[in-house]
């Protein structure tokens, strides 16, 4: 059992969000002490280490907005850390390629919220350019975004946790403990799997958990987290040529997600994917995966059925791909019409936990609440790794009004 000592702050999920946060609070108050339990044998194990590793630069999201603001300001802060920390990284550039004339409206909509985002150095393009940029894409022009870029998040959430007990020996980073639940008093108990710490303050960045840890705590959510696998391809060697950085297409307005596009990885593997299907368990990266608690969980929500009912063809078509590589590759193939079955193999899956209201909509922006002696991270999807920084930002500075911090 873990000894008398009392930790001023508990982060529950180790996560990039969470690591990230514990390193804001460390570095603004080096003498606090902070514990951070990740209930996997290594940080990063899910959505952080699972995503396409991308820096995006903003270009999707409402201006005004928490994602906005914080994609573009943390992805300043993310690129400077992986130089000053050399993570690897490059800040390579994208293509979002437009392929029918019916995408053109939409793909001005980002443009402009581009712009208002001050994504920097955005430009329009016509076909030849995209060509010049990716030769082998066939479009009727894009969006050149140069100012995104690649990175390995889990070597930053590792660097991450790595520099919060650098700082402060007596803060500490435990694998392989899952927190099963908090009791309130003048101090907080937390009660793992193998231990109890005793804590003033708790942050929970739950992620596919998020809704769990929320109401165990008291709080009032409406809201149900729902996971979303996403299957990848492989470029095999011979097709890798093909794809220079990041080729995305202009994503459907009337769809949750932005659509397959290619992504070159930090370790030179290319990436094309994901797709997006509802997942039978929450934590399940395999396409027959089921979890019974995860399912009802899933099925007897409200917003889930009305999710699918407003997005049927999409998720018949999508679920139709998850187990067809023909048609998988038919999708690859609009924006590269030379891919054949040899260049593409099975790669891995991750799982994305949106945050689904009772109509059925996951449009919700990040989304942190605080009750008594905790914050939670109700809703962080992409662009959270992006934004990792920022949002550790926001939460050290609700932890410094609510917890009054000194």
């Known amino acids: 059992m873990e000894n008398k000592k009392v930790y001023d702050i508990t982060i529950v999920g180790g996560g990039i969000v969470g690591a990230a946060t514990a390193y804001k609070i460390q570095m603004r108050y080096p003498h606090l002490k902070v514990l951070l339990i990740e209930k996997e044998p290594h940080l990063a194990d899910h959505q952080t280490g699972n995503n396409s590793g ?17 994609c573009v300001d943390g992805r300043h802060q993310l690129v400077k850390f992986a ?15 437009a392929v029918e004339e019916s995408e053109l409206p939409f793909m001005d909509k980002i443009f ?5 985002n001050n994504t ?3 430009e329009k393009i ?8 990716e030769p082998y894409v066939k479009s009727i022009g894009g969006i050149w975004v140069p100012c995104t870029g690649i990175i390995d998040f889990r070597g930053t959430t590792e660097k991450l946790a790595e520099l919060v007990v650098a700082k402060q020996p007596e803060s500490k980073i435990v694998l392989g403990e899952e927190v099963l639940d908090y009791i309130h008093g003048e101090k907080t108990e937390v009660i793992t799997s193998k231990n109890k710490y005793t804590t003033r303050y708790m942050i929970f960045c739950g992620g596919l958990q998020a809704d769990r840890l929320a109401k165990k705590d008291g709080v009032n959510l409406k809201e149900k987290v729902v996971g979303f696998r996403g299957d990848y391809y492989e470029l095999t060697d011979q ?5 220079k950085n990041l080729i995305y297409p202009v994503p459907n307005p009337a769809f949750p997600f932005l659509g397959v596009h290619f992504t070159r990885m930090v370790s030179g593997d290319i990436e094309c994917g994901p797709n997006a299907v509802f997942t039978f368990k929450r934590e399940g990266y395999g396409k027959t995966d089921f979890d019974l608690k995860d399912t009802i969980d899933a099925l007897t929500y409200i917003g889930t059925w009305k999710l699918f009912l407003s997005n049927m063809k999409f998720g018949i078509d999508e679920y139709r791909r998850a187990f067809s590589k023909k048609l998988f590759l038919e999708t690859l193939q609009r924006l590269i019409p030379s891919l054949t079955m040899e260049d593409i193999k099975p790669g891995r899956a991750g799982v994305r936990a949106m945050l689904l209201n009772r109509e059925g909509d996951t449009r919700d922006d990040f989304r ?6 905790s914050i ?14 920022a949002i550790g930002d926001q939460i050290c500075e609700m932890a410094h009004q609510h917890f009054n911090l000194n």
Do not use: F, M, R, W
């Open 54 to 70: 991308v820096i995006h630069s903003g270009l999707y999201y409402k201006p005004g907005s928490a994602k906005a603001k914080t």
């Open 83 to 97: 130089k000053e920390y050399n993570i690897q990284h490059d800040v390579c550039g994208k293509v979002v390629a």
């Open 112 to 116: 402009e919220n581009g712009l208002a």
């Open 120 to 122: 920097e150095g955005i």
């Open 126 to 133: 016509n076909a030849d350019q995209v060509k010049e940029i």
């Open 239 to 243: 097709a890798k040529h093909k794809v």
């Open 368 to 373: 942190i609440e605080y009750k008594d002696k």
């Open 376 to 389: 939670h991270v109700l809703n962080a999807p992409s662009p959270a790794a992006t934004a990792c920084l």
